[in-house]
């Protein structure tokens, strides 16, 4: 019924492994596989999450204002009103279709239709809105301002007030310098893994920042994190060749596995784009002395 009651109905396919959560004011279906859920009375919080799901069918006939559609796949979403409808936030779902039954609309809203609008964007971390604007199922691209608030570039022209706004790969680098430099700060107060947690949003909203990726090498190599100080430092090179701290930080995160000829030619790399560099130098002294002991005594 409507009003004040707040029961989801659900029907449930054979291989549901659904976790409902109807705690008085929201409804989750957190892997679920082969079900349909029936909501047909008012939820307090007027928001269904779907989560790492499959072949699911949500028919809507009460207000259901949100859907937080992540990570999952062969979803179908009917609304039958549209008045009932609100926004559909998702990111990394395949094959999701959104049918408003009065508009006679069904559409592909998934990563088919957002990577056709948005080639460049990023299926693993970039949020996306689908709303009913102007008679049409729009997809936008979700930006966060500087104060993480959710809104498109869309609306950040509107509110302009004809004043330039950056387009959204601007927006996205301006917003990965800020967490680049809180990165820094708290990396200088000591506060390596809060420095972590900036450098690596800051790589959630542009993945190919060399300099970053370093200085989260650099926070890995000080907690002893040696395969993701590989894993950053290799990234580095292969973006900015002529990077020497990305040559040295991979020289010290192989020294750290103790894949010490590696290390060495890692090393020698960085040697060759900054010769007089005393550390360097003494690195690969270092690495070239273990190396050998290592041939000598067959270990790895």
Known sequence: GE????????????????????????????RCEDCTIHVKARVLTSTLEIWESKKVTVDVRAPLKTIQADESQDVHVRYHRTEH???????????????????????????????????NCNPETDQFYTRWINEELLIEKIIRT?????????ELKEQS??????????????????????????????????????????LMLKDDMPLVLSNRAQCFLKLGEYEKALADS??????????????????????????????????????KLAPNDTNIQASVKVSAYKAAKQARDGTK
């Open 85 to 119: 409808f609100g926004a559909v936030v998702q990111a990394g779902m395949q094959r999701f279709t959104l049918e408003l039954a009065e508009e006679a609309v069904q559409q592909e809203v998934g990563l088919t239709a957002i990577t056709e609008k948005y080639p």
């Open 234 to 271: 290799s990234r580095v090179v292969e973006l900015e060749p002529e990077l020497v701290k990305g040559w040295f930080r991979k020289g010290l995160s192989l020294s750290g596995l103790e894949r010490h000829q590696e290390a060495v030619d890692a090393f020698e790399k960085a040697l």
């Open 161 to 202: 007030n004809g004043e330039e706004v950056p387009d959204e790969e601007q927006f996205a680098l301006q917003r990965a310098m800020k967490k680049k430099e809180d990165g820094n700060t708290a990396f200088r107060a000591g506060h390596v893994q809060q420095a972590i947690v900036c450098y690596s949003e800051a």
């Open 3 to 30: 009003g004040s009651c707040t029961l989801v109905y659900l029907l449930i396919g054979l291989f549901c492994s659904l976790v409902i959560l109807l705690i008085g004011y929201c409804a989750c279906a957190d």
């Open 146 to 154: 500087d104060d993480g608030f959710p809104t498109t570039h869309r």
